[in-house]
């Protein structure tokens, strides 16, 4: 069984000018401004250990394939099953709530990811040293700057050891230092022979880790495959 | 319609800890940032209590009610209304306040309303403390009914589960029916026997007859029948209750069922 199996997806968003004007649409498809053809056929299957990069312009689709992927939305039409526990490096410090502690959000996120107490238990002092903000671990997710947020954010994801994971531009995370630490912990993930699906506008990036590309454009894929065929189709624009 | 019922059905039996769990943090929201935390939960009781008491005081003497201490009866009453109020004004939220993490992060959307009503169970605990303190306080001591207090209470939860799984989809995404639903609430508290008695109305049995349709009002009266009168469930009033209690759950599951998929990219 593939990691990763994508049969004919599509994608709609369909657009309105008042919200109320979707409940009227849910039984009779009427009443939208126009329709966002987000994702259009699309067919992909991913295997174990493959790290697929996927290159396109900004809203080609790239992020919606993968929060499809990721469980958060659902196709319009077509097949998607995914086999494995999807870690998502998307929107790091979502789900964080300001008035608990690092602390208590790691707890809290975690056992919104499903994770039991125990489990939370035995990765909470990788989190800690990984995440590196000290003092601020106990203290109120407020007073973070959104760069430490993000840290913890980063840290509870590697360390929650996904089978599949997705990846999108997330080595803008925090300083210097921390981008560099999180950019190693990347690697070794892209390493371990998980599956990965990596976004990226970064050629070297892509270069370096993955062993497969995909093109995305206007919501299909126009290229699967080899990866310096594929950048540089991307890049003949 | 069974697809979506075992669906919602499944999604809560494998997700037990998680609501458990994140019912807990979820409790503490409101009031993490005080200093007496919970504590606060305590002493709103005892003021909306108090104010009650005066009120229903200056409104009626203090003749007994239905047998019972006025004051008694009117802690019995309100108790589960605070229990249901709370769901119904807060709780149906539940989609909406959630919405970071149903945009952001896999998870089974049809157990956030539930997760909601644990949060407010557990934090209205202390409502019951307050409750039994006042009984004692007055000698119902030996008129409590332990079994029967705990299937009403069970009762009670699962009508609020249930409200909560179909309420919280509409108001998520309907705003106008959120402002609707709001000023239909205020109604129906004064339509419950919470502090009057039925007593009052009993030359115009049909509007008693029509006032139990609410299904609250199943459990209110079963409240003092647990802590003072003893009586036991009525039959027929009891299967009309957990017929609309599957009738609910019906429905509730078929639009969660349905509208789950459009969270996500709408609200």
Not at chain 1, 38 to 59: F, Q, S
Not at chain 1, 171 to 181: I, M
Not at chain 2, 191 to 203: A, D, L, N, Q
Request: glycine share 8%.
């Amino acid at each position: 069984m593939n990691a990763i199996e994508i049969k004919n997806l599509k994608k709609y968003y369909w657009l309105f000018k008042k919200d109320y004007k979707i409940i009227p649409w849910l039984f009779t498809k009427k009443g939208y401004v126009s329709i966002k053809k987000a994702l259009e056929d699309v067919t992909l299957t991913v295997g174990h250990g493959e790290v697929v990069g996927i290159i396109g312009k900004n809203g080609a689709g790239k992020s919606t394939l993968m929060k499809i992927v990721a469980g958060i939305t659902f196709p319009t039409e077509g097949q998607v099953s995914v086999n494995g526990k999807v870690g998502s490096l998307i929107n790091l410090s979502a789900g964080f709530f300001p008035d608990y502690t690092g602390r208590q959000n790691i707890y809290y996120k975690g056992k919104i990811m499903g994770m039991k107490e125990k489990q939370i238990d035995s990765i909470i002092n990788d989190i800690i040293e990984f995440a590196d903000i000290g003092q601020y671990f106990d203290l109120p997710l407020k007073t973070y700057s959104s760069g430490m947020a993000a840290r913890l954010g980063f840290s509870l994801a590697v360390f929650s050891d996904p089978d599949i994971l997705i990846v999108d531009e997330v080595f803008a995370v925090g300083d210097k230092d921390f981008q560099k630490k999180s950019f190693e912990k990347t690697s070794e993930m892209f390493k371990s022979g998980k599956s990965i699906l990596f976004a990226s506008h970064n050629d070297a990036q892509i270069k370096k880790f993955c062993n497969r590309v995909i093109v995305i454009t206007e919501g299909r894929i126009i290229f699967d495959g080899d990866v310096n065929e594929g950048l540089e189709l991307y890049n003949r624009g | 319609m069974i697809r979506a019922i075992s669906f919602v059905f499944n999604e809560h039996k494998e997700n037990l800890y998680r609501i458990w769990q994140l019912g807990k943090y979820h409790m503490q929201k409101q009031t993490i940032r005080t200093s007496l935390g919970i504590g606060w939960i305590f002493i709103h009781d005892l003021i909306y209590f108090a104010v009650f008491t005066i009120f229903r005081y200056l409104m009626a003497g203090s003749a007994q009610v239905e047998g019972m201490n006025f004051i008694v009866f009117l802690i019995t009453g309100l108790v589960p209304w605070f229990f249901m109020s709370e769901v119904i004004n807060n709780g149906s939220n539940a989609i909406k306040m959630n919405q970071a993490i149903i945009s952001s992060i896999k998870f089974p959307i049809t157990v956030i309303p539930t997760i909601e009503v644990m949060a407010i169970f557990l934090k209205r605990l202390f409502t019951l403390l307050v409750a039994f303190g006042i009984s004692i306080g007055f000698g119902y001591l030996s008129s409590f009914r332990p079994l029967l207090f705990l299937y009403y209470f069970f009762s009670m939860l699962i009508l609020m589960i249930l409200f909560n799984l179909i309420i919280s989809a509409f108001v998520a995404i309907s705003d106008d029916f959120n402002q609707l639903y709001l000023s239909i609430v205020r109604v129906i508290f004064f339509s419950m026997p919470i502090i009057w008695s039925f007593e009052t109305i009993t030359g115009l049995p049909w509007a008693i007859y029509i006032l139990k349709l609410n299904p609250m009002v199943y459990i209110i009266s079963g409240f003092r029948d647990a802590f003072v009168l003893g009586n036991a469930p009525d039959l027929q009033y009891t299967v009309y209750f957990w017929v609309l209690c599957l009738i609910m759950f019906a429905a509730g599951s078929m639009i969660q069922y349905r509208l789950r998929k459009y969270y996500s990219d709408f609200i």
